[in-house]
């Protein structure tokens, strides 16, 4: 399993790099840094598929790390794969930044305008319990997005309103478009805010390595309906897998030209087959 | 003309209530938020009858609007409650991508609109929340007259799969229209025929709009009157009907002339029948405290104002 999972990241990069370079638009850094959490929550951890009633939702609060979200549906089966070169061209489902507008399978809300993604989560779990339906709600939101007071109130809503059906990854990869979070306003020890706001948190050291993502979010899972809301904090590299996206936000919304997007996908061959 | 009977005055926002209680009752799939204004918005019967479906959000409307559109996600029907500035402008971005951009099911239910919320001011008074709302894509928007007619809507939204907006008021109203109507999303009602003018009015300014054509009656003035409670989308063919046949309009609100129902109006009259409007409502103004028939009278949102909008429109009509 490991072993196609690391194909699958691999895969997955390619598919990132080639949806931007074809529109010569879109946000690689973030998307890339996202690869491996996203490989893990779609194939370890949630129970989900295109034509299953009851089963995990996950809500993309950062919309526009799109290409990674768009390759790993397609890649579990939502749609074909060869509608990944439809992405942010006229007439697809695949918008710049994801919706539900155009029925694209897989996606069950728009998402771009940042910070509400989490408000929608907690009303997703909030439903499922009404149902009595165990399964669970993921978010994933970005750092800088936590500059944005919604997810303030929905932190301290769930909280109060023991919302413990919902496991929120924030990726914490440092950057924003005007430089690093730091610079930009400080968001602090999160760790420390969200305890304080009376969540569980847990940490993964390292976002990028499939290993320690699946590690935690399956200590989430297992820590989930006991009376609390669950944030996991994730460190990530922004442009993670091609050298010279990484350590940097200048890859945030830039697309590579061809000799990079040759370059990059050099540093990733293909392994499941491109669409 | 017809006689139209005040049954008691009655404000708008307890005919929400009731409905909510009803459909509290009567179906399980009904949920309800509320940004701490539950005695306000009378949402306290639902909320003491469905603890489990009631959810107090605190002072924090965006996420309101956020849950909403993840309960309606999760196949339930939710009903916001708050004060009209509160549902619209303070969150349109949250309703404009969560909401009307990813077609939610959810109800949008505004209290205290326009002017008539009196003393509390300029604040809290929107006039612009029918603009804000008719402008998105797939929003319904209705504003209703009393409340009979807010409950009746308030009932029959939930039977609507897609975003509305309901707009009501606060004051105690006169309730005239018949509890056994049945509202119809999208389809006027024509209160009384008449040859001469076509009066459109909705929410408040629909009986001030009743009492100005019964003195315009008594003046040998014959006018049409139409209830557009769904201003979004607007009763076209009945309104074009109605120009035709008088050949002026004049349209009354209890909102800003910039974006509400009589700019709706003045587009369809400008592409398809083009005879002369006039336009009572506010005029690209902030409101300020007052009592609402104090309010009513300065900003022009009474029956003397619509009488002689009549008088205008009428002398305007191509001879």
Known sequence: MSKDLD????????????????????????????????????????????????????????????????????RAGYFETKELNTFRKINSRLQGHPTNHDNLPGVNISSGSLGQGLSVGIGVALSKKLNNDSSLVYVLTGDGELQEGQNWEA?????????????????LNGQQIDGSTEDVLDIGNLKLKLESFNWEVLEIENGNSLKDVHKTLSKAKTNSMRGRPIAILMKTIMGNGVDFMMYTHKWHGVAPNDEQLKEALNQNPETLGDY | MKEFINQGDKDTRSGFGEALTELGRNNSDVVALCADLTGSLKMNTFADENPGRFF??????????GLAAGLATGGKIPYTGTFANFSTGRVYD??????????????????HAGITLGEDGATHQILEDIGLMKMLPGMTVINTCDFNQT??????????????????????????????????????????????????ATGHLVWEAIKAAEKLEKNGINVEIINIHTIKPLD????????????????????????????S??????SKAPFPQEFIGTNDTFGESGTPIELMNKYGLNMSSIYDAVIKVINRKVK
């Not at chain 2, 109006?265 to 400008?270: G, P, Q, V």
């Open chain 2, 265 to 270: 109006i003045a587009r369809l009259l400008t």
């Open chain 2, 56 to 65: 107090q959000v605190g002072i924090a409307e965006a996420n309101m609007m």
């Open chain 2, 236 to 263: 076209e063919d009945l309104i074009l009907n109605s120009v035709n046949k008088t050949g002026c309009i004049v349209s009354a609100e209890e909102h800003n002339i910039f974006g509400g129902l009589g700019e």
């Open chain 1, 7 to 74: 194909k699958l990241v691999i895969q997955t990069r390619r598919d990132i790099l080639r949806m931007v370079h074809g529109v010569n638009s879109g946000h690689p850094g973030g998307s890339l840094g996202c690869v491996e959490f996203f490989v893990t929550l779609y194939n370890q951890i949630m129970e989900h598929g295109p034509n299953e009633d009851s089963k995990d939702m996950f809500i993309l609060s950062n919309g526009h790390i799109s290409p990674v979200y768009y390759s790993t549906l397609a």
């Open chain 2, 94 to 111: 949250q309703i404009r991508q969560s909401i009307a951009y990813s077609n939610k099911n959810v109800k949008i239910c505004a209290s």
């Open chain 2, 151 to 200: 409950k009746s809507a308030t009932l029959e939204i939930c039977n609507f799969d897609g975003p509305v907006y309901l707009r009501f008021g606060r004051p105690k109203v006169a309730n005239f229209t018949n509890s056994s109507d049945k509202f119809q999303i999208g389809k006027g009602l024509m209160l009384n025929e008449g040859n001469d003018v076509t009066i459109v």
């Open chain 1, 155 to 171: 932190f301290m809503f769930a909280s109060a309103n023991k919302v413990d059906n919902i496991i929120v990854t924030i990726d």
